[in-house]
């Protein structure tokens, strides 16, 4: 009996030692860096998008203005996720305001007519495409 007993814990003993390891899947976290162009592709062209009002170099599209550039939260919760089916269609949240504290507009028209808009819009003088104002962001 003592003999059995002696088997039973040697038996349980390599089943236990035996146990094969399963390896540890270490997930690699790779530092994604995002960059936020001023301007996009309205038609979100492969490496298109610049820091200057143009055209895209593969569809020769004029981009457009993009509100997330001037959004510093934007990277707070992590890489930026931009949906792809709303691309260059603003939200109602992502609309600037159509002046800054100081009065500025955002889009003004560049024939020098009074007013502007919160928005790339026609001039409602003289039907010209408002153009970006930088001194809005300043």
Avoid at 7 to 32: D, H, M, T, Y
Avoid at 34 to 57: D, L, R
Avoid at 59 to 66: A, D, E, F, S, V
Wanted: hydrophobic content about 30%; overall charge positive; some cysteine.
């Amino acid at each position: 009996m003592k003999a059995l007993k002696v088997l039973f814990i040697s038996i349980f003993a390599i089943v236990i030692s035996c146990k094969e390891k399963k390896p540890e899947n270490k997930q690699v976290k790779k530092k994604i860096t995002v960059t936020v162009k001023h301007y996009i592709c309205v038609n979100k062209c492969e490496n298109s998008g610049s820091n200057i009002a143009s055209n895209c170099p593969t569809c020769n599209t004029p981009y457009i203005h993009n509100a997330a550039f001037h959004n510093d939260e934007f990277l707070k919760n992590g890489p930026l996720n931009v949906p792809k089916s709303n691309l260059g269609t603003p939200t109602n949240a992502s609309i600037s305001p159509t002046q800054n504290a100081l009065g500025v507009y955002h889009y003004t028209c560049p024939n020098g007519c009074n007013g502007g808009s919160g928005t790339a819009a026609k001039c409602k003088s003289c039907g010209t495409d408002l153009a970006h104002n930088q001194v809005y962001h300043n």
